[in-house]
């Protein structure tokens, strides 16, 4: 692998019913989707990862330095989640300026930048609309926007267009994978949670598949997604190694 920027090493963390174990690298610019089923601790994972949930034993490193006690704000990371994202009582413009600035005081600069996230989320003239005045797209799209103004390294999105229907889903990845290029500082490096193995495999470097708090595998999309590699795998999928072998 490239240069890992992501390391989370011999990482446990206990919920009551669920033992979780993770230990795995995301190399620097790579994107990694993380699929499995509802409960296998894909949020959690991310959660841990973004400083919200501490591991009870195990370190997370992020850009070769230990930042497993860091708080949220001090990790570079930011994060799209799949709704709530939004202050509702700010402006699409105020909440993609709270990327830039908690207190919403901006330069003459960053108010262009401001205007130029929107712009490029394609949603120039939604500036004075508030959160309720939006569709779910149009809200994903503004957290989107905040997510790149802040220019982090890590993205952590966690099934952010789930609630989209699927033309506009494949439209939303375009547009993160186009965002992404397009980045000054280089490709993020990015682990987006999605339940649509589509989604891994026309945009993803490599899947991750969770299942009962521990990663059971990671690869290649194709690799780890096809039929017969592992019978959980299959059974989340609703696919079964013996119908592949009459393909
Ligand atoms: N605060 C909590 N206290 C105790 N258990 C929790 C808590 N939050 C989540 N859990 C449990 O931890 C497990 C993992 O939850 P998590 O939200 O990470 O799953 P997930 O893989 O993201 O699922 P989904 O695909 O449904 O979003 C679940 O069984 C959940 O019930
Ligand atoms: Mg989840």
Redo the contacts with the bound molecule.
């Keep these: 692998m490239n240069r890992p920027f992501l390391h989370l090493d011999a990482v446990r963390f206990r919920?009551?019913?669920?033992d979780m174990r993770f230990d795995f690298a995301v190399a620097a610019g790579e994107w990694l989707a993380v699929i499995?089923?509802?409960?296998?601790?894909?949020?959690?994972?991310l959660d841990i990862v973004a400083g919200f949930l501490h591991p009870d034993s195990g370190r997370i490193v992020i850009g070769g330095i230990d930042r497993t006690t860091a708080p949220p704000a001090e990790r570079p990371v930011s994060f799209v989640f799949q709704e709530n994202n939004l202050f509702a009582h700010l402006t699409a413009a105020e909440n993609v300026a709270l990327g830039l600035s908690p207190s919403l005081r901006l330069s003459a600069d960053q108010k262009r930048a401001v205007d130029a996230a929107l712009a490029a989320v394609g949603l120039s003239g939604f500036d004075r609309r508030r959160p309720a005045e939006l569709s779910g797209g149009e809200r994903q799209r503004v957290a989107l926007a905040r997510a790149f103004l802040r220019e982090r390294p890590l993205l952590l999105l966690?099934?952010p267009f789930a609630a989209l229907g699927p033309a506009l889903r494949q439209e939303m990845l375009q547009l993160l994978k186009r965002l992404r290029a397009e980045r000054t500082g280089g490709p993020a490096t990015i682990l987006m949670?999605t339940?649509h193995p589509e989604d891994a495999r026309g945009f993803a470097d490599r899947v991750a598949f969770?299942e009962n708090?521990q990663l059971i595998a990671i690869g290649p999309t194709d690799a780890v997604l096809s039929p017969g590699r592992d019978p959980h795998i299959d059974a989340y999928l609703g696919q079964s190694a013996e119908g592949s072998r009459h393909l």
Excluded at 15 to 18: G, M, V
């Design positions: 919920y009551d019913e669920l499995g089923p509802s409960g296998a601790g894909k949020s959690t994972l966690d099934e949670v339940h969770v708090g």
